[in-house]
């Protein structure tokens, strides 16, 4: 099976950067189209292709945008994650660097649509190029009654900011993100029932929008070819629809982003990225490194969905799928992934700022060949002390990995404690360089 590019069918080309390049490929029809439209009728529509958020949680993003105040009461704020710190993807980084009006754009509907005033594009500052391409874009928009003042003459304002993220895996979660771009700590707020939803008091404690770039860039296509068609993608999934972009990496010969159908068997996914290198296949880790690994015989059966990857034990995330060979040492790569999110940790809440450093400390202890007897069991024991009991997801983020390995390789943790080293003993082994 092939690609089917949706949003990525002219990211090869440098024109599509430019507004002209872009327009002549039938860029901005879709504003037009929404333009004319009800407000309520553009949310239709996006309730009929069955779209998710492409930011990890795959949370219809028809509820958001229906869920801002229709009669307005105050200002509107729409935002946009482009933050992308889960290891192992980078496919919003590639859309912003290549098809910067397809953000720009599908933001501007989203505005539109949710009577949003101001929006902010939230880039983590590492990805400068992306920052630029934006910024280009978002000028040429202004110079053309793209965004501003009585967008092409419909009445709608709409205005557009970019604001660099310092780069913290925190700052990507919704709250945190609102905390940094209202300059206080990227630290995450009480939420849902305890706190009123974004969507009623999110930034300012204004009514706020937010969405990953991939799943406003999918606004276009949506209004452009309507609900319906884009939901014939995926069809044959229970609740996955359209196409999802999957940044792959690891062992494979053509690492880079893919985009596919919902419905796609994850091997030809494989396929499309050349296949495995450097041996047979061990594991994968399909949708960013916060998801539980999977094995070969799983990885054969997998079928790309939401609910789909559900039935082999993992999930489709942000899409950071990382394929690994049989020169894979999974301890050290266990090792690695919770020193991730140990230095991340934001520190708000005890569970995860102390549960991911014990993870940590365990696993230090383990690959420097004192693993003691029990230190699997413990480090399953602390990875459920934090799952579900810390303030935000990051908990989660860094327990079902640890978890993951642990229930998928449980004899390689055996061998490291018992042996004080690794099982893989290739010269090809996978090194991870902390
Ligand atoms: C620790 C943490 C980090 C996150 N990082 C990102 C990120 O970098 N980009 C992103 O779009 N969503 C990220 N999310 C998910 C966001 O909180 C949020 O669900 C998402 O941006 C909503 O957009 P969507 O509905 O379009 O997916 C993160 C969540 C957590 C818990």
Redesign the pocket.
Known sequence: MAEHKLLLKHADDPAYQTLNGYQSTGGYKSLAKALKMEKQAVIDEIKASGL????????P?WI?WNGLAKEKKTEHYVVC??????PG?FK?KQLMETCPFLLVEGMTIAAYAVQGDVGYIYI?AEFMDAAKAVRKAIDEAYANNLLGKNILGSGFSFDLHIHLGAGS?????????MSSLMGERGM?RLKFPHAPLPTVSGVWEKPTL???????ACACPIISGGGEEYAKLGASTKNSRGTKIFSVSGHVNKPGNYEIEFGTPLKELLELAGGIKGGKIKACIPGGS?MPVIKPDEIDRAIIGYEEFGEVGSMVG?GGCMFFNEHTDIVMLCWRTAQFYAN?SCGKCTPCREGTRWMNQILDRIVAGNGQKGDKELLVEVASQIEGRSF???G??AAWPVKGFIRQFPEEFDYWIEHGKSPVTSKESFALVP
């Open positions: 998710r958020g492409r930011g990890g949680a795959g949370f993003t958001k994650n482009a933050d992308e710190g889960e993807t919003d983590r895996y925190e700052c990507g979660e919704e709250s945190a993100l995450p937010l969405n990953n770039v991939e799943t406003f916060s942000s991340e935000c997801a990051l989660e983020a």
